[in-house]
Each structure stands twice: as structure tokens, then as C-alpha cells.
């Protein structure tokens, strides 16, 4: 039953962080003089004249990758309801957690410290639109889910 809107709603969510995992800057820190980019895959570091100064790596995208795989494992899971839920229910969390983690650790100073702006890109909503596109898988099995049961008590 790979037609279900859920499948849809995943493959959408798979979709967005896949943008994700192409590279694009997430966030642009402002510290005095330099400016920081912050990826999935790394914070680069830049001077006044554009030039990196320093890169640090960072594991985000290890996480991303995992959500990514989960999320594609759980669309072949249609014939057992009671572990899709489950792993929908996990990816939920998942999704949330990194969007909610990056965000917070942005504005509170934990990745550059004591930034003069931060500026959110266009490509962080895509966390938040695939956030969105894992509740309406959940809620999709979790129909499913109660249909099923529903027509169980009826036999």
C-alpha cells in the first residue's frame, strides 16, 4: 500500500532534508568584523574580506542522515501498522528535537558566542515544513491504524 497519503507526506519530508543535506547555509552569525555560516555539515568562519578563516566541523547532518533513512525504512513498514506508528512516532520526535535543538543553540549563543545578529536563511523553514509533513504522516497511520482496528471489532 505504498499509494497511502502518508507515503506522500514522508517522501515530502525525505524531499526537504535532502535540500538540507546538499550543503546550504542555515544560519549567518555576525561577530564584530567576521561572519559565521553554519550548515548542516560545518561552521566556516569568514574575515572582512570573505576569505575562511576557520572551519569547524559539525556532526548535524549524521542526525539529518539517520532522520532521513528512518523516514525511508518507515514507508516500507505499511504492513505492520503497530511499528510504522512507532517510527513515525520517532521521527516526529527526531524532527523536532534537531529543529528545536538548532534554534536554540543559535539564539542563546552556544554556537558563536556572544553574536552582534543572527540571521536565519530561507532553508531553515524547510525543518519546520518537514516538522509539519511528519505530523501529517503520523496522523495518516495513525487513521489507518484505528480503521483497522474498527473493522477487526466489527468481525
Given at each position: 500500500?505504498?499509494?497511502?497519503?502518508?507515503?506522500?507526506?514522508?517522501?515530502?519530508?525525505?524531499?526537504?532534508?535532502?535540500?538540507?543535506?546538499?550543503?546550504?547555509?542555515?544560519?549567518?552569525?555576525?561577530?564584530?568584523?567576521?561572519?559565521f555560516r553554519l550548515s548542516l555539515f560545518a561552521l566556516?568562519?569568514?574575515?572582512?574580506?570573505?576569505?575562511?578563516?576557520?572551519?569547524?566541523?559539525?556532526?548535524?547532518?549524521?542526525?539529518?542522515?539517520?532522520?532521513?533513512?528512518?523516514?525511508?525504512?518507515?514507508?516500507?513498514?505499511?504492513?505492520?501498522?503497530?511499528?510504522?506508528?512507532?517510527?513515525?512516532?520517532?521521527?516526529?520526535?527526531?524532527?523536532?528535537?534537531?529543529?528545536?535543538?538548532?534554534?536554540?543553540?543559535?539564539?542563546?549563543?552556544?554556537?558563536?558566542?556572544?553574536?552582534?545578529?543572527?540571521?536565519?536563511?530561507?532553508?531553515?523553514?524547510?525543518?519546520?515544513?518537514?516538522?509539519?509533513?511528519?505530523?501529517?504522516?503520523?496522523?495518516?497511520?495513525?487513521?489507518?491504524?484505528?480503521?483497522?482496528?474498527?473493522?477487526?471489532?466489527?468481525?
Amino acid at each position: 500500500m505504498l499509494q497511502r497519503i502518508q507515503t506522500v507526506y514522508w517522501a515530502l519530508t525525505i524531499l526537504c532534508l535532502g535540500i538540507l543535506l546538499s550543503g546550504l547555509d542555515l544560519i549567518v552569525f555576525q561577530k564584530n568584523e567576521d561572519f559565521f555560516r553554519l550548515s548542516l555539515f560545518a561552521l566556516k568562519q569568514y574575515n572582512k574580506g570573505g576569505s575562511v578563516v576557520k572551519e569547524t566541523m559539525n556532526f548535524n547532518f549524521i542526525l539529518v542522515s539517520i532522520l532521513v533513512l528512518i523516514s525511508l525504512f518507515t514507508i516500507f513498514q505499511f504492513k505492520k501498522l503497530k511499528r510504522q506508528l512507532n517510527l513515525a512516532k520517532w521521527i516526529m520526535y527526531l524532527n523536532f528535537f534537531i529543529t528545536a535543538v538548532l534554534i536554540i543553540f543559535s539564539y542563546s549563543g552556544m554556537i558563536v558566542s556572544n553574536p552582534t545578529s543572527v540571521h536565519l536563511n530561507f532553508w531553515v523553514s524547510l525543518l519546520f515544513v518537514s516538522f509539519i509533513f511528519s505530523v501529517l504522516a503520523y496522523l495518516g497511520v495513525r487513521k489507518d491504524k484505528s480503521l483497522l482496528d474498527s473493522v477487526d471489532r466489527i468481525r
